[in-house]
DNA sequence: GCATGACTTGGTCATCTGGCCAAGATCGAC
DNA sequence: GTCGATCTTGGCCAGATGACCAAGTCATGC
């Protein structure tokens, strides 16, 4: 596939970074992050050792622009399919479909969750936090949406709901990664919708 | 300090070994994992680097036995010193607990994670995930007692709540080390404990 | 005391890593 | 077609790292 009608000599410089990063991203899914080397990168891409600091100035530059492409536009799919008047069981299908995300690629995840932690020692890459702030007002809004649907409200700060849900979810997600027990995490995720919905009243 | 009374030369293998171990632990939290080098650990210790190699046959067997010291009896004060009838109260109290014992050392938790990471990689070494199941026990334990002196019963089985707590738990200590609000982390404790007591019911 | 084995020492080695460069090849504008 | 800019190539470098060892030192049991 790296032999494809465009992909000979002669490149421009942003295609070949591209290339690059994509090859980036095999080597991670394969050999991790202790294996993401400079050699191993353009190896893997088929290309001269020296292509690599053509295209990017150094290793850090390619870790930032890894991020920057693998990070964005993850936030969007939180509750996007729920259909439900019912808060626990649209908290349950939204959190189930957190879950799933992980679920189908887990080790996308677990390649992401390590470039994370490197850009965060490197100071000059951002640690793409107001993702994290776009989650978090993306699942307020879902909340509210619901219980106003339910006609109920909650007994705290909606902002303050969104983050335990926030948290929690990652908890029982980053349960999965580990013991991998579909069981264990889908009645946690079961339980966490019912005890959190809880958290909504009659108005 | 590494000049005490009996730090002289000729110590025995084992007292070398601890002394290893003092120094990688050093070297973990002010380097981190990519600084934690056979050179650096023994730098620290202020031995030659020769002495490594003999103390430990690899840098492998150094992160076994680190991993084997530093992860023993953590499982230990999950309700230790809860007193409290009321659920939510003593659920409140039990994961506040768990919070503070990362704030109280969060570096601790940084180079632990680290540690343990590197271990799952490292085939030689085990993932020591039965101290997780020490915790889910242990959790499942007060669960049961304090519903039963409350005069309530879990709406689920108490293995399956005790996985939820666990996970959601770890989800907003997680979360409190990435951002560090101790206000939003301990409303979310609150929240949660609520949330979960809300799982049981009058019997 | 003294021999044996445990411990120490400081150096060396092969390997790998990120970074760098100078000469050549190729492309595109004119 | 020519010429300058862009891109390619393969090799080289200094530094660091884990591993290793041979010779020396010391403690201790006999």
Do not use: C, N
């Amino acid at each position: 596939m790296s032999t494809g009608p465009t992909a000979g000599t002669h490149r421009p410089a942003d295609e070949r970074r591209a290339q690059l990063l994509d090859a980036a991203v095999e080597v991670l899914r394969e050999r991790g992050l202790a294996g993401l080397t400079t050699r191993a990168v353009t190896t893997r891409a088929g290309v001269p050792h020296g292509i690599f600091h053509y295209a990017f100035g150094s290793k850090a530059a390619l870790v930032r622009a890894l991020v920057d492409r693998e990070l964005s536009g993850a936030a969007a799919a939180w509750g996007a399919a729920v259909e439900s008047d019912d808060v626990p069981t649209a908290l349950r299908q939204a959190l189930l479909a957190q879950l799933d995300i992980v679920r189908a690629d887990p080790e996308r995840d677990a390649y992401l969750t390590e470039l994370v932690r490197v850009a965060q020692d490197d100071a000059g890459t951002r640690p793409a936090l107001w993702e994290q702030d776009r989650y978090r007002a993306e699942v307020e809004h879902r909340l509210a949406s619901w219980s106003h649907d339910a006609g109920v409200v909650w007994v705290a700060p909606v902002a303050e709901v969104a983050s335990l849900v926030l948290s929690a979810t990652d908890g029982v997600v980053r349960a999965w990664v580990v013991d991998r027990d579909d069981r264990r995490a889908e009645t946690s995720v079961d339980l966490l919708a019912r005890a959190v919905a809880s958290l909504a009243r009659p108005a």
